[in-house]
């Protein structure tokens, strides 16, 4: 009896060739015939999980999205909401190959939102909802020196601005985990 | 007589051209052929200026950030290091048209320089200058609560992920500034 397809695995399997894809060459030069190629699979095969190059992408960005918070519970049981914070936005920085390929690839996804409005309707939940979700743990913190909103929304700024920084190779990496404690020290007090 | 060719000029122009196009279609769409169609001039014309892409990108980068410092001196007359700072880095975030095509090029730019270790040396040295200039003006204000190179990293790399989420329609303009005031605060004490 054959195996069952698992779809989430195929659509997975896609979003991963994709992300190789746009890590090596950029976006905008990335089709669903090229996906299909890297991933050792048919056009067709492609087409029937993703009708357009842009729902691969927003599908691939949630998945990246999903990835950063598995890994950043794996990482560490949730403490303190310094801790929590912290061990999430170190998922989010271009630390190892696998997070490099991420950033590039949220990198590229963000350049191209740029100049397309109909994607960049996608991603406002995403962020909306990681902002209201560092504001949450500034609150539980007890950081009244600082608004929580703006705090967190300066907060995941700083972290994209020094992933932009690693990642375009202005900046080391150490050196941003060092700048992302700076703020974290600026916000939670010292640890 | 023939008026003599401003090279300085026409490099600009060119400059211009690839922006243009830059923010139309990101980067890696861009040749030397596009950029003359653009800019109405051959394409010899163009290599007679940049002899390749990279080389004309690399003058666009710093045309761009002439333009930033430029600006923001003409904009207020230097008075406290936190104004200075302030003036500096509202000209960086895309608050009007141009500051929005200088975005997306510098967005365009460091995508490609991510997957371009060749041009990413281009861009350590001003990098690497931005965020001394910011460090000597926490110096002069006397934030003797944060280290002043981290502080000035982190500051730059803030402004540079507020310009991608507004960019990237994730975040409104009005919010990016009061995000960065927000941070100024916590650097600089409240104004």
């Known amino acids: 009896m054959p195996r069952k397809v698992d779809h989430r695995e195929r659509r997975e399997l896609l979003a991963d060739a994709l992300m190789r894809l746009a890590a090596a060459e950029g976006l905008e030069k990335v089709s669903l015939r090229h996906v299909a190629a890297e991933a050792g699979v048919s056009t067709g095969m492609v087409q029937h999980y993703f009708r357009t190059k842009d729902e691969m992408m927003t599908f691939a960005y949630d998945m990246v999205t999903d990835r950063i918070l598995e890994r950043s519970m794996a990482a560490s049981p949730p403490e303190t909401p310094r801790e929590v914070v912290r061990s999430l936005l170190l998922q989010v920085l271009p630390l190892d190959e696998t997070r490099r390929l991420e950033n590039h690839v949220m990198l590229a996804f963000l350049a191209y939102a740029a100049v397309?409005?109909?994607?960049?309707?996608?991603?406002?939940?995403?962020?909306?909802?990681?902002?209201?979700?560092?504001?949450?743990?500034?609150?539980?913190?007890?950081?009244?020196?600082?608004?929580?909103?703006?705090?967190?929304?300066?907060?995941?700024?700083?972290?994209?601005?020094?992933?932009?920084?690693?990642?375009?190779?202005?900046?080391?990496?150490?050196?941003?985990?060092?700048?992302?404690?700076?703020?974290?020290a600026l916000l939670f007090g010292r640890p």
């Open 116 to 184: 397309k409005p109909s994607i960049a309707s996608e991603l406002r939940e995403p962020a909306a909802a990681m902002r209201g979700f560092l504001a949450d743990k500034l609150r539980e913190a007890g950081a009244g020196h600082v608004d929580p909103e703006r705090a967190a929304a300066g907060l995941l700024a700083l972290v994209d601005g020094l992933g932009l920084q690693v990642l375009s190779q202005q900046y080391a990496e150490e050196q941003a985990v060092a700048a992302l404690d700076a703020q974290l």
